[in-house]
């Protein structure tokens, strides 16, 4: 018998991927079970919610990161929650689930397989966040000096006050406004109705930066389907098309870099077509409340009255499932494309330290 | 519908067991403008970066591609970093593969490495505490069961040591070159975990390796022959669960069935002419001959047994000296795709196997439980027969 | 828990120079074009092109050109009372760098102000070599250079772990002390795991209390390898023994990481029929169990012994190795 290997086509378009259902845990400060637990739960509630078989799925992949628990190789148990028996096709990238998105969005590009199971997990509060982070810096002339996340937002947000780009109380609105919209999110950690006032008159904990204005320390998880073509149609009512999806990374560098601006940010933007309609939503991942206003000036997404609704859920400052936190994003936004409160929504995801690297992407409902 | 891909640029580092004077940026730098040099490009010219290695305790810097982003070239541009244990490098290299079958990318620098001298790899495997058993000891047991299930006789497994350190002699960059090895030597050498001898067993190395992925206009416009991706697959099942068979993981033998399909081999003993097998404890090469499909359950250790795995035998098995010569965990599953890329393209130098056309990549991590692989091929469509 | 590990790190002729610099009482930076950058890199930023070691001594004084006072330090600062880190720009440099300001308290910090640089006594080519205060502040300092170039730095990483048990690993864990071992049988499948992992992963379903069950402590050795302990920071063994999974009667998956010594290891096989002797009561240790690594055994089972019953097959034994 002749074996032929299949002859492949050149690509000319794009094909069209939709995320077709979403889950995520709820952010908690403390979980008591292990981090496959939290996937396990994801991974059942998706199942049930399209009715597919776990083999449905052709590809998974995962993000997750061994060092938020110190422990090398602590990915590898968390394929307990999504199920390796019989063997799946799987893989693992040590960045936010965001990043295994996009991996995923490549991988169906390649027309053999249709659908892909995408995972996104963390527990911070094993670890002291602030001690792991640092060794995330340049090894020789910057994590000696344990020179963590926090350290470099308030660093950030003094280059934007001296620059007039933003003040302490516009900080504190965005933690208020954050907490706020919290409270209609089922999921979130941190939500309550506190006052700009009441905010401003906490201490400084990394000056200008308030306790508030740093994310909670949160377990969680969170997982997306996505399926290519008509398909997806078959399983959501409305799926969440992907119209464009980018990211960049920045220099490490921090004298290299303009702390008061993403430049990475914009080119993804652009390159995703931000701008090519208008925003109804945006899920934006800020950490620290002055990167709410570098992000929406690079998305163009200004503030005030009758523009895109930024962060309905509260985003990160209400919950901060580290490795899940960016791909929470997407499940936000998708969840209004499929309740039809949103036509057209930005999922942002960031990674490094003052917004170092970041992934844009556009969804969309159809009509 | 997916592209085609090839291997356009090849680099890697001089392995050993401690990188000369080099940061971690000199590092994968060497190899990535090695690559870079072998395609005819610069950094400039390369759509975007994927990195892969193992777990970032080797060295301790988190999340690496956030400190090597300059290093790399990659500001401004995508870059993404994988991570599946033991067989990152091939899993990353099939990443890189996978970007630019997707038409999105013309051009992907894709680096693997490890500097694991900085840290300590028995401390980082035994999770930082004492008594680890490392990988050696969770395999050998498993090495024990093949040995009494096959009826293997005990010196295949020197044999293999012997065979992949003296291939190593004629391989500049591989870090272990024992001029004096021999059969005698390996059963003397201490035993680690029986039955491993401590010659059996790979060593603890620096190094990078990187490659440039090119899509088919790409390939035909490069400087050296192409080497083709034909095809590729992964799969990944529990390290445990009740009734595992560890000796031959279904993993393995799914992922081999699904490449061979891809590539329409129906015959991988006698329609591929040499493969990168990612063997660190020498016992592994008749395994993963048999859980791979190449020869019937029970033979493998046959035929290494019969020499064809030997250099120039009909069956050449790391040919470059494999992972019993050079263990940069990270990148020692991107080396053995490499490795069967340089074959295929004529550029093994001295150990070039005679008119190899088609050659397979490997790497298996974890409790034996992520495998990853490639078929390339000097022919974009070879025919199989 | 801690992890915990000394690196020792080569560094390169660049980043060498530039520690080697700061243990010798200056700071260099490394011509870019016409720019001088700080800390100095091995290839230029904007095309990664190969750099030439260019130094150039930069400082000791600079400006601030962003700063974070940080009130509650880690234990990984360079400081455990309240300092700066800033973005200086050093005299000579044109590109700011990251470093720390002890200025005392918040009022003496301000974007533009003046910092000078000041040296540790006690110095190992480590960028914590140096730090920085208000200019009016620095005194004059003899530094005597080292002899030979800077080629490795160290850093100790050390991260602490403190997570709790899970409740299934808690009761596992009293289970122990109480000289039971408690694995849980899965609703789904039926098959027993121990210890568990609070999930049947086959079949994707959690497990709770009522799952849980007493397992025989005895069964029979399903794999096992004789190590010779390979020394690495943080090992305590030093002599030879053997590395074991047991299958426990009436259980669906082995027990592993069991250790075997001394006169226990000759006659170890696959299909050895043990049985646990337990330590006594008050001799029994589970305050160092965690959620991950194997089940604390040693600490309660004295030994593993062998009950002279006919061997269990090996044959399917080999299937509950791991």
């Known amino acids: ?367 | 519908m997916a592209r085609r891909s090839a291997v356009v640029g090849i680099g890697q580092t001089k392995y050993s067991k401690r990188a000369k004077d080099q940061s971690i940026d000199g590092l994968v730098r060497e190899a990535a403008i090695k690559a870079l040099d072998d395609a005819g490009m610069t950094f400039a010219d390369i759509d975007a970066i994927v990195i892969g290695k193992a777990p970032d305790a080797l060295e301790g810097v988190m999340m690496p591609e956030l400190s090597l982003a300059d290093a790399l070239g990659a500001v401004g541009k995508p870059i993404h970093r994988v991570h599946t244990a033991g067989s990152v490098g091939a899993s990353t290299a099939i990443t890189g593969a996978t970007m630019v079958e997707s038409g999105r990318y013309d051009k992907v620098l894709v680096v693997c490495y490890e500097k694991q001298s900085d840290g300590n790899a028995t401390w980082a495997l035994s999770g930082g505490r004492s008594g680890g058993q490392g990988a050696g000891g969770t395999f050998a047991p498993w090495i024990r069961s093949y040995i009494s299930r096959s009826g293997a006789p005990e010196h295949i497994g020197w044999k293999v040591a012997v065979k992949d350190r003296l291939n190593a002699l004629r391989n500049p960059n591989a870090h272990l070159h024992l001029k004096d090895i021999s059969i005698e030597k390996v059963k003397e050498s201490p035993m680690l975990w029986d039955p491993l001898h401590f010659l059996e067993s790979c060593p603890s190395s620096d190094g990078a390796a990187a490659v440039v992925i090119g899509s088919e206009e790409v390939a035909l416009a490069a400087p050296t022959t192409p080497a083709w991706i034909i095809a590729h697959a992964k799969r990944t099942e529990f390290g445990s669960f009740p009734g595992r068979d560890t000796v031959r993981p279904q993993a393995g033998v799914d992922c081999s069935a699904a490449l061979y399909k891809k590539a329409g081999i129906t015959n991988p003993l006698t329609q591929i002419d040499c493969a990168e097998l990612y063997v660190p404890f020498s016992w592994y090469e008749p395994m993963w001959l048999e859980g791979h499909g190449i020869m019937p359950e029970g033979e493998g250790w046959k035929l290494t047994d019969s020499g064809a795995t030997e250099l120039t035998g009909s069956f050449p098995v790391n040919p470059s000296g494999g992972v019993l010569s050079s263990n940069p965990i990270g990148a020692s599953g991107m080396i053995r795709c490499l490795e069967a890329a340089n074959q295929v393209r004529g550029t093994a130098g001295d150990y070039q196997v005679d008119g190899a056309r088609v050659a397979l990549g490997h790497a298996y991590g974890g409790a034996a439980q992520y495998f990853a692989m490639w078929i390339v091929s000097s022919d974009p469509d070879p025919v199989f027969s | ?322």
């Open chain 3, 1 to 322: 828990m801690k992890i915990e590990y000394p690196y020792e790190r080569t560094t390169g002729p660049v980043v060498g120079a530039f520690l080697g610099a700061l243990r010798d009482g200056r700071i260099v930076g490394n011509r870019c074009g016409d720019r001088v950058l700080v800390p100095p890199l091995e290839y230029d930023p904007d095309t990664a092109a190969p750099l030439d070691l260019d130094l150039v001594d930069v400082g000791p004084g600079g400006a601030v050109t962003s700063w974070t006072w940080i009130a509650e330090p880690t234990r990984k600062h360079p400081f455990q009372h309240p300092f700066a880190f800033a973005l200086i720009l050093l005299d000579g440099a044109d590109v700011p760098f990251v470093h720390a300001v002890d200025a005392g308290s918040i009022d003496a910090m301000s974007t533009g102000m003046r910092v000078s640089a000041q040296f540790r006594d006690e110095r190992s080519g480590a960028v914590t070599d140096v730090y920085f205060v208000p200019e009016s502040a620095a005194v004059a300092q003899t530094i005597t250079p080292g002899q030979e170039p800077v080629t490795m730095t160290t850093h100790l990483i050390s991260l602490e772990v403190d997570e709790p048990l899970a409740p299934h690993r808690e009761r596992f864990r009293a289970g122990l002390q109480e000289g039971k071992i408690i694995g849980q049988r899965s609703p789904a499948s039926g098959k027993v795991y121990v210890p568990s992992r609070g999930y049947d992963a086959m079949e994707r379903v959690q497990m709770t209390e009522a799952d849980d069950v007493v397992c025989s402590d005895r069964g029979a050795i399903s794999s096992f390898t004789e190590i010779t302990p390979v020394q690495y920071y943080g090992q305590e063994e030093t002599e030879p023994y053997v590395r074991a999974s047991i299958l426990l009667d009436g259980t669906d998956s082995p027990i592993i990481g069991i250790d075997i010594r001394g006169d226990d290891i000759a006659g170890v096989r696959v299909g050895m029929r043990v049985q646990a002797v337990w330590r006594p009561a008050a001799d029994r240790r589970t305050d160092d169990m965690d959620n991950r690594w194997g089940g604390a055994w040693e600490s309660v089972i004295e030994r593993w012994e062998p009950t002279g019953e006919p061997d269990d097959d090996p044959r399917p034994l080999q299937q509950y190795a791991f």
């Open chain 1, 1 to 367: 018998m002749t074996g032929q290997a299949p002859s492949i086509t050149r690509v000319t378009e794009p094909r069209d991927v939709a995320i077709v259902a979403v889950s995520q845990t709820d952010s908690h400060r403390s979980y008591l079970e292990g981090e496959p637990t939290l996937i396990m739960q994801c991974v059942n509630d998706l199942l049930a919610r399209t009715g597919l078989d776990r083999d449905a799925l052709e590809f998974t992949i995962a993000g997750s990161c061994d060092y938020l628990s110190g422990m090398p190789f602590a990915f590898v148990a968390n394929i307990d929650g999504v199920g390796a028996w019989p063997p799946v096709y799987e893989s693992h990238v040590e960045m936010d689930g965001a990043w295994a998105l996009n991996e995923a969005w490549f991988r169906l590009q390649c027309g053999d397989i249709d659908t892909a199971l995408v995972i996104g997990s963390g527990k911070s509060s094993p670890g002291r966040p602030r001690e792991v982070f640092p060794l995330q810096t340049d090894p020789y002339t910057m994590a000696p000096l344990g020179l963590d996340p926090v350290s470099m937002a308030g660093i950030q947000a003094r280059a934007l006050v001296d620059a007039g780009l933003a003040t302490e109380a516009d900080f504190a609105e965005i933690v208020s406004r954050s907490r706020r919209n919290a409270l209609a999110n089922p999921h979130a950690q941190v939500a309550n109705d506190t006052s700009v006032k009441d905010l401003l008159a906490e201490p400084y904990f990394a000056a200008p930066l308030r306790r508030h204005d740093l994310p909670p320390i949160s377990d969680g998880a969170a997982a997306v389907i996505l399926v290519a073509g008509d398909r997806a149609r078959e399983i959501a009512e409305r799926p969440a098309w992907i119209r464009g999806l980018d990211h960049r990374i920045e220099s490490h560098h921090p004298g290299l870099r303009d702390l008061t601006t993403s430049a990475s940010t914009a080119l993804a933007a652009k390159h995703a077509g931000v701008a090519n309609g208008p925003i109804d939503v945006a899920e934006v991942m800020v950490n620290y409340s002055p990167e709410e206003v570098v992000l929406r000036n690079a998305l163009g997404i200004p503030p005030g009255e009758g523009g895109a609704v930024v962060n309905p859920s509260g985003g990160p400052l209400a919950g901060h499932p580290v490795m899940a936190t960016g791909l929470v994003r997407f499940v936000e936004v998708a969840q209004r494309i499929f309740d039809g409160s949103a036509d057209r929504g930005v999922a942002h995801a960031s990674s490094g330290p003052c917004l170092q690297q970041n992934l844009v992407c556009v969804l969309e409902g159809e009509a």
